[in-house]
């Protein structure tokens, strides 16, 4: 088992910046991938962007030169830096991690952004 802890949540004005974070604890020696996906209002769950062990990077298309995945490897956190915020960020963002040859998918329990025009 993984526990996910997010946290960076809020309201800002659009232009603006955010960092989520997500901490993970238990089984963490499985893990393969850990990322951010995001549910705006109304709509289906999209990546965001995962990052690897091995530190591999990959980004939603919208979101591209505007976010920043890092991961923390000592700390087993990984973050989203949010930049250029836009309306159309606004969503609830989880945070995922992959374990195992499977890639068994855990979720944390989600963080509101909001981002006012």
Known sequence: QVQLVESGGGLVQAGGSLRLS????????????????RQPPGKQRELVADITSGGSTNYGDSVKGR???????????????????KPEDTAVYYCSADRGPTRFRSWGQGTQVTVSS
Not at 67 to 85: E, P
């Open 22 to 37: 997500c901490a993970a604890s238990g089984s963490i020696f499985s893990i393969v991938a850990m990322g951010w996906y």
């Open 67 to 85: 976010f920043t995945i890092s991961r923390d490897n000592a700390k087993n956190t990984v973050y989203l830096q949010m930049n250029s915020l």
